[in-house]
Structure formats: structure tokens, C-alpha cells
């Protein structure tokens, strides 16, 4: 077992755990090969069970003869470990580092985890492509499903199905395929049932200085328009950075080979921009100062509700031209794996209510994220505590969980999931025991066999048990398109997420709590008046009253 | 009235504040109104705007379609008309220039306001409130503390109440030479007496020291406040201004105490900012919020610069250093400003809000208002400007104080009986001086303006319609279990109220409510409770025995694991069932959406949420396809590609 060489120290004893809220816990270190746990071996304390993928940096500081490590977490959580003895803690320290650094994804803990509960519906057949291709054909025979990527060759980030125009054939994709970054020529994304209009989402044009054309690219997507009916471009770079990837090979559709459509430029930032904007809003967040000029600068130096406000003010657009408009739309940015993503899945939360549900969510996060080739495993390697060079770090998804955030904040209702199913999404992206958010693409899980090395996240969030935590007991399904605000008094810091460790959340908790009650009390209530009334009624029709003394 | 020039004028168009939708309509002129009613739409909505509520008429210069009308309002609506013809505009905006200045308080709405209730209902709802009983209910008198009748003619401090509480050892020499040593005659006197731990919360208005001068009945006065409180030999003296500001006063003749002449007193500022300070600080907040397609960044630099939340934070955390001082150590303090009406009455109520659980029930907060603000002198007819006064003395220093609590509700959401609304609407009628309460700047004024004849209470109003101000979370046991609340003042816990601020900006409020949803679901619980009652009833009748009906335990008494949830407790309710918006699907073009609040006067309107009044961009109208008849009226500029 190749953990061990990297534990020099498994065991120390008369450690001090502080973690914010919460009382000192002093007990006995262990380093396993992926799990740091503290125990104080007393029955009725605590443990901490801390995944080394979860760790994001430590510090090491020493007083004397003993040292302390400051553990920075993947969700945002600091903790703080005073070790006796400075040899143990440098030992500790370099353990840490070294497991939670791991290069190989075959040594991350889903490869190792067995689950503690039975498998009642595996999670890794709950969202076939086929399944909900059968959906789209009982609405529509303008598409088809193919399978021109079954082997990845096509397009490494695509699923080997995907939907395309139904009188496009393989031929074609292959064309287009040589005309689109990445290989991601133009898929289906959304269905919109109420007016038969369309979402696609592709990579950018290889248009290059010279102003290359694809007449199979511009065929692919006329095909997708109404007679006489134009459609939009969502590129989600402003014009000037796409006129500068013309000259690294890439660009935009020129509107002399695309007539039928209307281009937008919008300004969603890419990943460094992202990442920086992330860790100047942790550090914002975990700052003690009690200046308030401080914070609201801070916060807005981030930049990270101008990031929220333009990716769904983008998402509503694309929703715009498709319900108002009734109008098609394609959507891409650079790669087709960032943006792209972020504004064809907060799109369909708005326009299509199944969405809105835990299972659609699930759905949306397995089609528009996984299959549709974002990578997790590169852009989830580390989080707000990252220093150093990055490798292609950003809080994509994060971003998007925010902005669904927000949607659900100004319709608390329309949502069958609460924040804590949100948060969860957020903790399994960048440190998990489940295979779900592994790897980059669906290739890469292929090969790495996940499906049957691992255990979906699905699996165990789809047990009765564990989706109790995560109902909205406010959910009324809502069957309407809905637009939220996006100014800037309508948005808020994700308090859920930012400030989870750093305030106590007793009252808050309690206040859910008596939401929670008076709902079930009030269904309770029901049931009693009903049964009562049936009981009334049943003695009635009886008609023979009983007159008991 | 003579002062209306022209009492309707038709086709004059609604503005939209943040879209460039407008809306056509008639304007109507009455002696206490403006009212515009929307014509030809089904849902024809109606924005009444009483007088007093206007700050502001600008009449901007004529354009192609007609004279623009831009009226801002003191609960923050803001209303941009254009009439057609310029002569009607002027006679409008001259009109109103009269009618939101009155000269006299017998103008003033409370006096001809009629709620068609006889004159014992009326009298009733003045009797609701009895600040003697609020002091027995606190302990007061005791053998401590006495009732003075020092003051029962205003002979000594015209600003304050008639009946005054004082320490047992300040004898009336003492309080006569005490209070011509402070400004306006504004000596120390009890306002909260914290039962416990048997101290007192005093007020009062700056000393006059200048650079040397001292007073030995004011500092015997300090004493005998000292001595009443057998836990401690100091007494706190909290001083709210920055230290500047009472430096500078010294040079008037006026200043702070100096500890050397003070036996016992640990004297300490806390720095709140004045009124001029906190006027243009909302100026400037109101005028950042108001701005078309904000960006986020402005926004934030733009609430930075305002102050506000800086300024609100420093009122909290004054209110903080004063409730420890009691709580935790037992101390008397001397709570005072400049003249002791404004930060004082904002740090002494905030911080009595919380120790004391009461002042947290809908009840309790009347009475906090009424003794902290409207007796002991809070000038609301300056503050609030309700005759044409001196624009300087105008200050929103209760928003400000209603702010605060609105904070402290936002972080303790079981502690509050009353809701966001409540402070609203509270708000509303600070300005809207449809009631007595407000009128004036002292209890004296009031009592020659014989408001308690002439017009109607507030409270009476609030607490007969007290079911929409409910908070349904409310805890009643919270205040045993917290009897003081600790909260938080890290400056990431303070937030911008938008519900105040954007009250009548339907699109920026969240869609759907969970204030409301569970407000109507508590009402419907007590309805069913009572449904279930009288069937069993029935039952027992016919002789059938049923399980009586299980309260269930409050949640409280399970432990909860520690996990973050935040709580969104968001727009103003409705009576509108949510069940309605499943019917809305079925117009075209019509949003998830809540409808009309209740509990205002009728004077709201209705906006829904849709695509285009968000203004999410530009999208290019020419596209092939006519727009749809709803999208005609909507800006979409063409943006060139």
C-alpha cells in the first residue's frame, strides 16, 4: 500500500481541535490514506472525520516546543490542530500535504469507499441519454440521436450520444466537428415544449485570421430554424476577446455566412479571472476587521456578484429568445465547457420546471455539466485557499450553484430542493467518497470505470432517508417560465456557502425548523379534519344517532 | 380647496422607474391625495400618494411628449409622470407645491382624517398605551426610584414627558440645578430599568462644562444615579458623538463630563455621526439605488460611499456596549448626545430592544416608541418635516433606528413577534401624519395641539390589523431562552434593506414570499384547529369519543445538528393565493408573480416580474418574426453586430 510510505506519523495523542462555533475538542490524530481523524475516544464527543481531498492548503506555525496546523478546506471551512511535539506536527504536515495532493485519480477515495447503505436505484443508470432522448420523441421527430462519437474519437468532451438535427447526418458532424473547438460541433441542449424552439450549445468556429466557413456548420444550424425565422448567437465573450481568438484560430460566425442569425456578445469571465475573483471573496469573507468601508470594498473588489449578475442576466437572455421570442438559439463561448454550460443549464431552471425538481436537477447537472464534458476533476482541484500556479482552477460550477441560489431565493417556492442540496453539490464537486464529479469528461470516466469502481452520489442522495434533508417543504410546482431579478439590491452573498463558518447558524436553523413544523402541522391538521369529516358523514348516512348518557 | 388649480388630468403617462414601460392614466388632485388610475387595462391599478408623503415635485423642461412630472416620496417611492400639456403640469406642480408644504398643523391630515369609528373607540385607542404602567412593569417606582412631579408643568424641560422617574436621593434642588447645566434643560432621567441586576439606563442632554465649567448638583445627580444601583460603584457615561463633535462643542460652552469632577463615572464616546451626517448619507444611498441598469459595482462602491451601513453598524454596536454594560456587569449608564433626542433616543431604545423581550412583541414595541421616541421629544415635526420648516433639521433618524431592529430581526428570526412589515408600516405613517402620534416635537406640543381629541392613534390602527404584521416564526418561549440578544456586528451581517428602500419597486422583490406562504399557512392552522374542535364536538354528541388534538412540540426541544441554512424571509405578503399563479398561465404573457400587498392604504401598485422589465440586454428587434403584441411596448435596442 503505497499510503503508508506517505504517513510518517499515523498517530499523536493530546491533539486540540478548534473549529469555529464549536467547543475545543482534545483527543488522539489519526492519518489513514484518506482520511485525517481526531477522536477524543469519549463517547458522547465528536469525531472529526476530514477527507484529504477535502484539504485545500495548510500553514504551519510553532510555539516552542509544539506546533499548530491551520487546515484550509476545500469548503471553505478552517480548522486548527495543536500538535505537542514539533517533529509529529512537521510529520503531520507533510503527511497532509502529501495526501491531499494526490496525482492519480485511481488513489482518490471513491475507488475505495464501500457504502455503508444498500444500493436501491443506482445512480449511474438513472440518467441515460436514451432515456430522455424517448422524452424529446414524444414531443418532436426533428432530431435523432447519434452515435458518431461512440468511440470519443469525434470529440473527446462529448458523451458517444448525442442529439443532433435529424436530417444532419454523421457525415456532416464529422465536418463540423473539424470546424468547432474541441471537436463540439452543435447538440441540443433544450427542448422548449411550449413552442417547439430550441437550445444548442457548440464550441467556438474555427474561423482563424483568414476567415475560414463551414457550409456543413451553417447547414447544421439553419436546419434547426422555422421558415422565415431568425435566430440568436449567444457568444458569451465580448466582441473584443472574440475578435482576438480569430487570430489564434478560432472567432465567431461571420454574419455574411450566417444571415438567418443575430449575434450577442455578452462579458462572462473565464476561469483565472474566476478563481482570483473566488479567493478575494473568501478572504473578504473571513476577514475579523470590523470595518464596514473595509468589507463593502472588499466585496466589491472580489467582483463576484458582478460575476453572478452577468452569467444570469445572460441565462435569461438565451431564456428571452427562446419564450418571448420564440426564437432558436445557439450558445458557445471559447471551449463549450465553462460559460457555455453555466448559461444552457441556469436557461432551462428558468424556462422549464422540471428542473426544478431534485430528480430534473440531478438530470440537468448529469446532462449539462457531466456529459456534457465540463471539467470538474481540473477546474475543482482546488478552491478558495489555492496559492500558487494554477492548473485550469475555477469556480464554474460553483457560479452556476450560486446563480441557482439566487433563483431560488426570489422564488422560494418553485424550487422541490432546499439550499442544502445546493451546498452538497458544492462539498461532492471538490471533495467526495462518490464517483459522480470524478474525471473530465465522459471519456475519461469511461476509462477510468467508474460506473463500476464507484458509487454515484445519486445513489445515496435518492434514498428517502437522506432526501428528507433536502425537500423544500415551501415546493408547489410551479409550471411557469420564471425571470428573476438581476439588480444588483436582488442579488445577495450566498451567506449558505461564504459565511457558513464564520457566524453561528443556531437561529437560523431554528427558524427552519418551525417552517418546517408549521408545514407538517398544517398537513397533519388536514388529515384530522378529513378524517373527522368522514366520520361525521358516516354516521349520518347511518341516521341512526347514538345517545349514549 | 383653494389651493387646487386643476383636480383631473387625463392621458398622462407612468413612467416605469428602472424599464422604459409606462403605462397611460388619469391624474386626479384631491385635498389629501394624488391619485393616478390607470385607464383602459384590466387590472386597472391605482397609485395614491398622500401629500405629506411628497419631499419632492421637480417639473423637468417640456419635451416631445409631453411635460415630465418627478415626484419622490418619503417612504422612498418615486413616481415619474409625463402630462401631455404644459399648463396642466405647472398647475399640478404648483398646486402640490402647496399642498406638501402646510403651514399650520391644523392642515395636517390627522385632523380631518376620519376611520369612521365614534369618539369612545377613538379615545379607546389612546388609552392602549400607558407609559406609567410600562415603568411599574420594569419595577419603577421602587425603593430606588421615585416618580417627580418636578416637570408636571414643563416648567423644567419642555421637551420632556410631564411624568419624569428619578433616584430616590435626588432631591429637587439637585434636579433644578442638574438640568440648568444641561442643554435644554434635558437632566438625567430613568428610561430603562434592568430589574435583574437592579440598573438603570438614564438619558439626557450633553452638560454644559465648556472648558472648565462643572456643576456640583448635576454631578451629585450622576452620584445618586450610582448609588441607586447596589452592584456597582461606577456608572457608565456614554457619550454617542465622535469624540470631535464634543470637543468641539466645548468651545460653545457646552461639551462632556470630565471623569476628574465625576466620582465614579467610566466615561466613553461611541461615535454615531449627527443628523446632517445621516441625511445626505441616505441622500446619497437613495440617489446609488435609484440609478438605471446599476451595475454591481457601482452598487457597492455606491453603498460604501453613502456610509450608510456604517453608520447603522455604529448605532448597533453602540446599542451593544450599553446592553453589556447592564446585562453583564450590572451597571448604571448615562446615555447622551448633543440635546439627547436623536442618537440618544436611538441607542437607548435599541439597546432596551435588547434586554427586554417585551419590547419585541408587537405591543412592547409601541411602547418602546412611545417612551423613547414620542415622550421624551424626539422632534419627529423637524425630523420628518412636517410643516415647511427648516430643511436642515430634516434627518431620517427613526428609519434609521427601524433599521437597526429590522438587523437585528434578520439575525434572530424567531425573536421578533412582529414582522418587517410591521416596521413599514410604521414607517409609512411617521410621514404620512394621518395620525396624532407623531405630531409635533414634544409631548407639550401635542397636548396643545389636542391631538388626543382631534385625532386618531396609530396603535389602535396597527394593533386592530395586527394578523398581517405577524411574524410566523415568531417564538414566544425565545425570550425566556434568550432574554438578551447578542448579535453579531461583523459588517458581512448587515444588509441593505431592500423592502424599505425598494418598498414600491415590485420587480427587485422576491416573486414568491416565505413570510406570507407561512403566514397563510398559521392562519390556516388556527383555522383547522378550530374546524377540528367542533367536529369532535359533533362527534362527542353522537357519542363517539375521539383522540383530542395533539399540539405538537415546537421543534425547539430536539437537539439539531449544527448546519447552515440560511433563511430568505423576503417580499411584503399577499392575500393572493399562490394557487392563482397556476391560474396565470393561462394569459398570455403573464408571470409567476405576487399581487398587491395588503396592509397599506390601497396606495400600491401592482408590478409583475417579466423578461423585459428586468432588463437583462439588449436583444436585436428585427429578427424575422413580429414581436409579440406584449413585447411592442418594450424597449429592445438594436445593437449593431
Known amino acids: 500500500m503505497e499510503f503508508a510510505e506517505l504517513i510518517k506519523t499515523p498517530r499523536v495523542d493530546g491533539v486540540v481541535l478548534h473549529r469555529p462555533f464549536l467547543p475545543l475538542v482534545e483527543g488522539t490524530l489519526c492519518l489513514t490514506g484518506h482520511h485525517l481523524i481526531l477522536s477524543s475516544r469519549q463517547d458522547n464527543t465528536e469525531e472529526l472525520w476530514l477527507l484529504h481531498a477535502d484539504i485545500d492548503f495548510i500553514e504551519k506555525r510553532f510555539v516552542g516546543s509544539s506546533g499548530t496546523i491551520i487546515v484550509k478546506c476545500k469548503d471553505l471551512r478552517i480548522i486548527q490542530l495543536d500538535i505537542p511535539g514539533m517533529e509529529e506536527c512537521l510529520n503531520i504536515a507533510s503527511s497532509i500535504e502529501a495526501l491531499s495532493t494526490l496525482d492519480s485519480v485511481s488513489l482518490m477515495y471513491p475507488f475505495f469507499y464501500r457504502p455503508m447503505f444498500e444500493v436501491i436505484e443506482d445512480g449511474w443508470n438513472l440518467f441515460l441519454p436514451e432515456e ?95 421558415a422565415g425565422k431568425r435566430g440568436y448567437i449567444i457568444d458569451t465573450r465580448a466582441t473584443a476577446v472574440a475578435q482576438q481568438a480569430k487570430a489564434r484560430g478560432g472567432g465567431f460566425e461571420q454574419e455574411a455566412n450566417y ?241 457558513r463558518w464564520n457566524r453561528s447558524s443556531k437561529c437560523l436553523d431554528e427558524a427552519y425548523e418551525e417552517m418546517v413544523h408549521i408545514i407538517e402541522y398544517n398537513k397533519e391538521l388536514q388529515k384530522k379534519v378529513n378524517s373527522l369529516r368522514r366520520q361525521l358523514a358516516q354516521l349520518e348516512t347511518e341516521g341512526s344517532p347514538l345517545h349514549t348518557p | 380647496m383653494e389651493h387646487i388649480r386643476t383636480s383631473k388630468v387625463e392621458q398622462v403617462r407612468l413612467l416605469d422607474r428602472f424599464s422604459n414601460k409606462s403605462t397611460t392614466g388619469t391624474l386626479h388632485l384631491t385635498a389629501t391625495h394624488l391619485i393616478f388610475v390607470e385607464s383602459n387595462s384590466t387590472s386597472a391599478q391605482e397609485i395614491w400618494i398622500l401629500h405629506h408623503h411628497i419631499a419632492s415635485v421637480e417639473k423637468l423642461s417640456l419635451t416631445t411628449s409631453g411635460c415630465p412630472l418627478v415626484i419622490q416620496c418619503r417612504n422612498f417611492r418615486m413616481v415619474h409622470f409625463v402630462v401631455p400639456r404644459e399648463r396642466d403640469c405647472h398647475d399640478v406642480y404648483s398646486s402640490l407645491l402647496r399642498l406638501l408644504r402646510p403651514e399650520s398643523y391644523d392642515e395636517l391630515y390627522a385632523f380631518s382624517y376620519n376611520p369612521k369609528q365614534n369618539d369612545r373607540q377613538r379615545e379607546e385607542g389612546w388609552q392602549l398605551i400607558d407609559l406609567a404602567a410600562e415603568f411599574e412593569r420594569m419595577g419603577v417606582p421602587c ?44 437632566f438625567p432621567v430613568l428610561t430603562y430599568f434592568y430589574q435583574e441586576k437592579k440598573a438603570a439606563v438614564c438619558r439626557s442632554s450633553q452638560p454644559l462644562s465648556g472648558f472648565s465649567a462643572r456643576c456640583l448638583e448635576d454631578e451629585h445627580m450622576l452620584q445618586a444615579v450610582s448609588k441607586a444601583n447596589p452592584n456597582t460603584r461606577y456608572i457608565y457615561v456614554i457619550d454617542t458623538r465622535p469624540k470631535l463633535n464634543a470637543l468641539a462643542n466645548r468651545a460653545a460652552g457646552k461639551g462632556y463630563e470630565n471623569e476628574d469632577n465625576y466620582s465614579n463615572i467610566r466615561f466613553q464616546f461611541v461615535g454615531i455621526e449627527n ?115 427648516d430643511p436642515k433639521e430634516v434627518s431620517p433618524i427613526f428609519t434609521q433606528f427601524l433599521e437597526c431592529v429590522w438587523q437585528l430581526t434578520e439575525q434572530f428570526p424567531q425573536a421578533f413577534q412582529f414582522s418587517e412589515w410591521f416596521l413599514i408600516q410604521i414607517h409609512e405613517h411617521v ?204 424597449e429592445l435596442c438594436l445593437k449593431s453586430m
Open chain 1, 132 to 226: 430522455s432522448f424517448k422524452d424529446l420523441e414524444s414531443m418532436t421527430d426533428e432530431w435523432r440521436l447519434s452515435e458518431v462519437n461512440r468511440d470519443f474519437s469525434i470529440c473527446p468532451s462529448y458523451p458517444p450520444l448525442v442529439v443532433v438535427p435529424k436530417d444532419t447526418d454523421d457525415d456532416t458532424l464529422l465536418k463540423v466537428a473539424s470546424f468547432r473547438h474541441g471537436g463540439r460541433f452543435p447538440v441540443l441542449s433544450y427542448y422548449h415544449k411550449k413552442n417547439g424552439m430550441v437550445m444548442m450549445r457548440a464550441g467556438q468556429p474555427l474561423i482563424g485570421p483568414n476567415g475560414r466557413r463551414c457550409k456543413e456548420d451553417e447547414k447544421l444550424i439553419n436546419a434547426t430554424l422555422r
Open chain 2, 143 to 186: 425603593d430606588q426610584w421615585q416618580l417627580t412631579d418636578v416637570n408636571r408643568d414643563y416648567k423644567v424641560c419642555e421637551t420632556y414627558p410631564r411624568d419624569l422617574y428619578v433616584p430616590i436621593t435626588a432631591s429637587k434642588p439637585i434636579i433644578m440645578g442638574s438640568s440648568k447645566f444641561r442643554s435644554k434643560g434635558r
Open chain 1, 259 to 499: 444571415p438567418q442569425w443575430r449575434r450577442i456578445h455578452k462579458t462572462i469571465e473565464r476561469y483565472s479571472v474566476l478563481q482570483d475573483s473566488l479567493i478575494k471573496l473568501v478572504e473578504a469573507c473571513n476577514d475579523q476587521s470590523h470595518s464596514m468601508d473595509r468589507w463593502l470594498s472588499k466585496l466589491e473588489a472580489s467582483n463576484w456578484l458582478s460575476h453572478i449578475k452577468e452569467i444570469l442576466t445572460t441565462a435569461c437572455l438565451a431564456a428571452q429568445c427562446i419564450d418571448r421570442e420564440g426564437a432558436t438559439v445557439l450558445v458557445h463561448g471559447t471551449e463549450g465547457t465553462d460559460s457555455t454550460l453555466q448559461v444552457t443549464s441556469l436557461a432551462q431552471i428558468l424556462l422549464d420546471p422540471s428542473c426544478r425538481t431534485i430528480r430534473g436537477f440531478q438530470a440537468l447537472v448529469e446532462r449539462e455539466w457531466l456529459q456534457a464534458g465540463h471539467p470538474f476533476q481540473h477546474r475543482c482541484a482546488q478552491s478558495a485557499y489555492s496559492s500558487g500556479k494554477l492548473h485550469g482552477e475555477a469556480p464554474i460550477f460553483l457560479l452556476f450553484l450560486d446563480c441557482t441560489w439566487q433563483i431560488l431565493r426570489q422564488f422560494p417556492c418553485s424550487f422541490e430542493f432546499n439550499e442544502n442540496f445546493l451546498v452538497l453539490l458544492f462539498e461532492h464537486a471538490y471533495a467526495t467518497q462518490f464517483g459522480t464529479f470524478l474525471g473530465n469528461s465522459a471519456a475519461e470516466r469511461a476509462t477510468l470505470k467508474l460506473p463500476q469502481k464507484t458509487v454515484s452520489l445519486w445513489s445515496w442522495v435518492n434514498r428517502p432517508q437522506e432526501m428528507e434533508g433536502f425537500v423544500n417543504p415551501l415546493y408547489e410546482p410551479n409550471s411557469l417560465v420564471i425571470w428573476p431579478s438581476v439588480a444588483p439590491q436582488s442579488l445577495q452573498l450566498w451567506e449558505g456557502v461564504f459565511l
Open chain 2, 431 to 634: 410621514h404620512s401624519c394621518q395620525f396624532g402620534n407623531f405630531l409635533g416635537n414634544s409631548q407639550r406640543q401635542r397636548e396643545e395641539l389636542q391631538v388626543k381629541e382631534k385625532t386618531h392613534s396609530l396603535w389602535a390602527h396597527l394593533l386592530s390589523g395586527q394578523q398581517n404584521y405577524l411574524n410566523p416564526l415568531y417564538c414566544p418561549s425565545y425570550g425566556y431562552t434568550n432574554p438578551v440578544l447578542e448579535p453579531s456586528t461583523l459588517p458581512c451581517h448587515f444588509k441593505f434593506w431592500r423592502n424599505m428602500y425598494h418598498q414600491f419597486d415590485r420587480p427587485m422583490h422576491p416573486r414568491q414570499s416565505i413570510l406570507k406562504q407561512a403566514l397563510t399557512l398559521k392562519e390556516n392552522n388556527r383555522e383547522l384547529e378550530s374546524i377540528a374542535q367542533n367536529l369532535q364536538a359533533k362527534l362527542q354528541k353522537l357519542g363517539v369519543s375521539t383522540s383530542p388534538l395533539e399540539v405538537r412540540l415546537s421543534p425547539r426541544e430536539c437537539a439539531l445538528p449544527p448546519r447552515p441554512k440560511s433563511l430568505i424571509l423576503g417580499a411584503p405578503f399577499s392575500r393572493k393565493e399562490v394557487h392563482q399563479e397556476d391560474e396565470d398561465e393561462l394569459v398570455e404573457g403573464e408571470e409567476a408573480r405576487e399581487d398587491i400587498p395588503v396592509g397599506s392604504d390601497g396606495d400600491r401598485t401592482v408590478e409583475g416580474g417579466s423578461a423585459t422589465e428586468n432588463g437583462y440586454g439588449e436583444l436585436p428587434l428585427s429578427c424575422g418574426s413580429k414581436p409579440e403584441p406584449a413585447m411592442g411596448k418594450l
Open chain 2, 275 to 389: 443628523i446632517h451626517v445621516m441625511r445626505s448619507s441616505l441622500q446619497k444611498l437613495q440617489e446609488v439605488v435609484g440609478t438605471r441598469a446599476l451595475s454591481v459595482t457601482d452598487y457597492l462602491v455606491g453603498l460604501e460611499n453613502s456610509g450608510w451601513l456604517r453608520h447603522v453598524k455604529a448605532i448597533v454596536d453602540a446599542a451593544i456596549f450599553l446592553t453589556r454594560a447592564v446585562t453583564v456587569e450590572g451597571a448604571s449608564v448615562l446615555v447622551h448626545c448633543s440635546d439627547g433626542w436623536d442618537r440618544t433616543a436611538q441607542v437607548c431604545s435599541l439597546g432596551s430592544l435588547l434586554m427586554d423581550p417585551y419590547y419585541r412583541t408587537i405591543k412592547g414595541f409601541m411602547v418602546l416608541i412611545e417612551k423613547d421616541w414620542i415622550s421624551f421629544g424626539h422632534k419627529f415635526a423637524d425630523r420628518c418635516d412636517q410643516l415647511d420648516g
